[in-house]
């Protein structure tokens, strides 16, 4: 398949756009209508930043997370903090102290960037699901990686351990590097690009395989025998994702945006609908949300809406 010919013929089709977000540091109150105004303009693949950060890392904690190893594993690119568990995985600490201040600063991050989305972003908080935080310790300028773990290729973000059947994938960035501006390219939203993908791959077209896949899983749960899948819509966002990445003349030719993050800054994104692409940067920290498509503020512009739309049926279980 080529996603070039994917691309819409308008450079312009469904770009982001930056709305600027300045709250003062620490509690603030937003309006209810500001935070659903916020909420539409992330649903529609723009991104929200706050050139200073309202999350401040102190000094020592910088110092800490600077001076951390990783894992040498080719499976682990971040420190990766599961507030569920509290514990954190993809470190190689030399030490229990060294791994207990990490997980320390991790799980601090984390409660504070959910505290200010809960007001920042209100709808979304009465029903998210907090999923991992992690801190991303390596230069991602030309940083060795499995083609399909490269963060430095446009795509769509999508979980292959991780299902979300359907709940949106919202993440908060914030660049710790005291220098250096964390570099991105972002292009065309999966509004625009989703629908040319579904075609391309025959999703309109492929309802007799699913049926007869769901009715084996069904049969397979009956007899009790254990069924490892993920649903149709993660399978979707998975292949579109792969694709995307082994696809060199689409990431050569698609219309591109070019965003520098500059030292202290934190920015919002849905990145399950911006096609984007991480090109240098070092040092920075990240929570992320999982969405449910009830408190979405137009659910109809998710990925989600858009594949089943196209395909005529669920694509979740």
């Not at 984390?110 to 907090?130: G, H, I, M």
């Not at 083609?147 to 994938?169: E, K, M, Q, V, Y």
């Not at 309802?207 to 084996?216: D, F, N, Q």
């Amino acid at each position: 398949m080529n996603l070039a010919s994917a691309v819409s013929s308008s450079p312009a089709a469904g770009l982001s756009r930056i709305v600027i977000v300045d709250p003062p540091v620490g509690p603030s109150a937003t309006t209810a209508g500001r935070s659903r105004e916020l909420c539409t303009e992330l649903e529609a693949g723009n991104i929200v930043l706050m050139p200073s950060s309202p999350i401040l890392i102190p000094g020592e904690d910088r110092d800490l997370l600077f001076g951390r190893r990783q894992a040498r594993s080719p499976y682990h690119k971040n420190i990766a903090y599961r507030p569920t568990e509290d514990r954190i995985t993809g470190a190689s600490g030399s030490s229990e102290a060294e791994s207990e201040q990490a997980r320390r600063i991790l799980r601090d991050y984390s409660r504070r960037v959910t505290e200010f989305l809960s007001n920042l972003l209100s709808p979304y908080a009465t029903k998210w699901k907090l999923d991992y935080a992690s801190y991303r310790p390596i230069e991602e300028k030309a940083r060795p990686a499995r083609l399909h773990a490269r963060n430095d290729l446009l795509h769509f973000d999508s979980f292959p351990t991780r299902p979300t059947n359907g709940a949106r994938i919202l993440r908060f960035f914030t660049n710790i590097n005291p220098v250096e501006s964390r570099v991105w390219v972002t292009s065309q939203t999966f509004e625009a690009f989703g629908p040319r993908f579904a075609q391309t791959t025959g999703l309109a077209n492929s309802s007799g395989r699913e049926a007869l896949t769901r009715r084996m899983r069904s049969f397979a749960r009956i007899l009790g025998i254990p069924v490892l899948s993920r649903p149709p819509y993660d399978e979707l966002m998975h292949r579109c994702h792969n694709l995307m990445k082994e696809d060199t003349d689409f990431q050569e030719t698609a219309p591109k945006q070019r965003w520098e993050f500059a030292p202290n800054s934190s920015w919002i994104v849905f990145t399950d609908c911006v096609s984007h692409a991480v090109l240098s940067g070092q040092y920075a920290l990240e929570q992320t949300f999982l969405i449910p498509q009830d408190v979405l503020a137009e659910a109809k512009r998710s990925p989600l809406a858009i594949l089943e739309k196209i395909a005529g049926r669920r694509l979740t279980i």
